[in-house]
């Protein structure tokens, strides 16, 4: 029985569930590094340059992982690819607790970030092939949200266990939990998806041409103007982001020189507000995809604006001098940048065809990784070489305000899959969505 155009099934809206979970567990793993810092210095006698190098490393393999998972993916499966994933996850985790050198901690870092880097790409991968396009941008965006709230979810539980049971105690549960959630997973996703080819003439029509256009080499996708502003686009959020999580806190303690209590409480404003504007925004995308059926209305005329908005309140945020206002402004800043983390996948279904999602959503997300290794560093570079501290965190704020600006306009104004708008009313087979 065809199901009705939008509509989402219970089996759905479980994966995407499952999906969110996979972005907080993801997310708890990264932080728990954060959280157990004092303890894991103090017991391994590093220093604070030491400790950079463990937080730099992560990034070592990130991008190539996430090529390489993406292209496992279109091959075997996103499934198994996932399950996999995770289990690399949990048993970095589980090795942690034997750490007793500042070498063995390297490893961990960079084999965990080695495992983390499909994560996000094929989380949306997985959750595109499971939603109506009418329903991408709210869906997408549930997935997403797992990343702030990830690290607001474990940070209690996982600070209770590490002042209370020892920093190896962190370690174990986030281990334990990733195992756990390979086991639902497997047994949840052994279903094929019902997917958008299986809803409307118009949605069928939407996938025949990806399929005719799947024929041609994956490199013209890789290498066209569409793809690569997409990406630019991704890299700037990236930068904003990373920003966000390294500085922000430090600039106002050392800047604004706001106290334990206050910061305690700002420095989550962030994180509530990216929740929160990436469902309201993805709600608009999707009802105007709804109305036109047009992925550069529904979907990038929404994103260039809210990233020209995050522009402004960056460069506008580093001229007041009311804390109240400043604070106000670099969080709308960092929250709109971060409207490409699910704008920019949602955009991908309709540029590249299924053949190619998860080798594109894979580079879509190591390109964009870039951004969190050029940021927090280059932020670091002008802040040492500026006139006072204050001046070096406002012009870092500026530029990545530019960077948001130009790369969000680039999309705003050039991105135009035409042919993908424009179809006849042809039938075909529905496409499969995990392989087996």
């Not at 949990?90 to 880097?117: D, K, M, P, W």
């Not at 869906?139 to 590490?162: E, K, N, R, W, Y």
């Not at 969190?372 to 870092?396: C, D, K, M, N, V």
Request: include cysteine; aromatic fraction near 12%; proline fraction near 3%.
């Amino acid at each position: 029985m065809e199901q009705k155009k939008g509509a989402v099934s219970k089996k759905a809206w479980l994966i995407i569930f499952l999906l969110f979970l996979l972005t907080v567990i993801s997310n708890a793993d990264k932080a728990v590094i954060g959280f157990a810092s004092v303890s894991i210095m103090k017991e391994l006698g590093l220093n604070a340059e030491q400790w950079g190098v463990v937080g730099s490393v992560f990034f070592l393999l990130y991008s190539l992982s996430a090529v390489l998972g993406g292209s496992l993916a279109d091959k075997i499966g996103a499934k198994k690819v996932i399950a996999g994933m995770v289990a690399v996850w949990s048993i970095v985790q589980f090795s942690t607790i034997f750490v007793n050198s500042f070498a063995y901690l390297l490893v961990t870092r960079i084999v965990l970030g080695a495992g983390e880097g499909p994560s996000y790409s094929l989380a949306m991968t997985a959750a595109s092939k499971y939603l109506p396009k009418e329903k991408l941008g709210i869906g997408l965006t549930l997935v997403s949200i797992g990343g702030p709230l990830g690290v607001a979810i474990s940070a209690p539980l996982l600070m209770h266990l590490i002042m209370n049971y020892g920093w190896r105690s962190a370690f174990i549960a986030t281990g334990a939990v990733g195992f756990i959630w390979i086991i639902v997973w497997l047994w949840a996703a052994k279903e094929k998806a019902v997917t958008q080819g299986e809803s409307a003439p118009e949605e069928r029509a939407s996938i025949v041409n990806a399929a005719v256009q799947s024929e041609t080499k994956f490199t013209s996708v890789l290498f066209s103007k569409n793809f690569i502003f997409v990406a630019l686009c991704g890299f700037g959020t990236y930068w904003s982001f990373t920003i966000g999580l390294n500085w922000l806190p430090n600039y106002l303690e050392n800047v604004r020189k706001l106290s334990e209590e206050t910061l305690s409480i700002v420095v989550a404003l962030p994180w509530i507000m990216i929740t929160v504007s990436q469902i309201t925004f993805s709600a608009i995308s999707d009802r105007i995809y709804h109305k036109t059926q047009s992925v550069v209305k529904g979907r990038i005329f929404v994103l260039g604006p809210v990233m020209a908005a995050g522009a402004v309140s960056y460069l506008l945020g580093t001229m007041v001098s009311s804390n109240i206002l400043a604070i106000a402004l670099l969080s709308l800043g960092l929250t709109f940048g971060c409207i490409t983390l699910v704008m920019g996948p949602a955009i991908l279904v309709d540029l590249v065809s299924p053949k190619h999602q998860g080798k594109i959503q894979g580079w879509f997300m190591a390109l964009t990784s870039l951004g969190g290794i050029a940021g927090p560093y280059f932020t670091g570079w002008l802040i040492e070489r500026s006139a006072s501290q204050a001046a070096g965190f406002h012009h870092a704020f500026q530029v990545c305000g530019l960077i948001l600006f130009v790369f969000g306009g680039l999309v705003w104004l050039a991105v135009r899959p035409e042919k993908y708008e424009h179809s006849d009313s042809i039938k075909t087979n529905p496409s499969e969505a995990l392989k087996m």
